[in-house]
């Protein structure tokens, strides 16, 4: 009972990040983002594909799950990097270490609360 339990929570917590990651920020494409980074065609692609591999997770936190978000994530620092955004590059980084702490918790079944915590807390860095 406790593992399923643990497995709703984690699910019912996946779509809190997702519809606040992907579609809570309500600015429009007009308004400046928060990401420290100069714009430009790169970054915006970056920054959307990024979006994007956010929705890797929304099905629930699955460890296996977390490995193929953590292989997109690597992707997707290297885009910043090569935009020139460091800041967003950074961020990537902080949600990567996040992830890793997530997946680690979930395979061990102890500390999940506070890997969701780590990882919600990275997302909403995030200029998505």
């Known amino acids: 009972m406790t593992r399923r339990r643990s497995t709703f929570v984690a699910v019912s917590t996946a779509a809190a990040l997702m519809l ?3 579609g809570g920020g309500g600015g429009s494409k007009d308004t400046p ?3 420290g ?3 430009g065609a790169k970054v915006d692609a970056a ?4 979006c994007q591999d956010l929705l890797l997770i929304q099905s629930g936190f699955r460890p296996d799950a977390l490995t ?3 292989t997109r994530l690597k992707i997707d620092r290297a885009a910043f990097v090569t935009a020139g955004d460091q800041a967003d ?4 980084k902080v949600l990567a270490a996040a992830a890793v702490k997530l997946r680690h918790a979930l ?5 999940v609360p506070q890997g969701q915590q ?3 807390n990275a997302i909403d860095k995030l200029s998505c």
Do not use: N
């Open 89 to 92: 590059a950074a961020k990537v």
């Open 20 to 22: 606040a990651a992907c």
């Open 37 to 39: 980074g100069g714009g």
């Open 47 to 50: 920054r959307q594909q990024l």
């Open 68 to 70: 193929r978000f953590l």
């Open 107 to 111: 395979l061990t079944q102890q500390g």
């Open 118 to 120: 780590a990882l919600q």
């Open 33 to 35: 983002t928060p990401s």
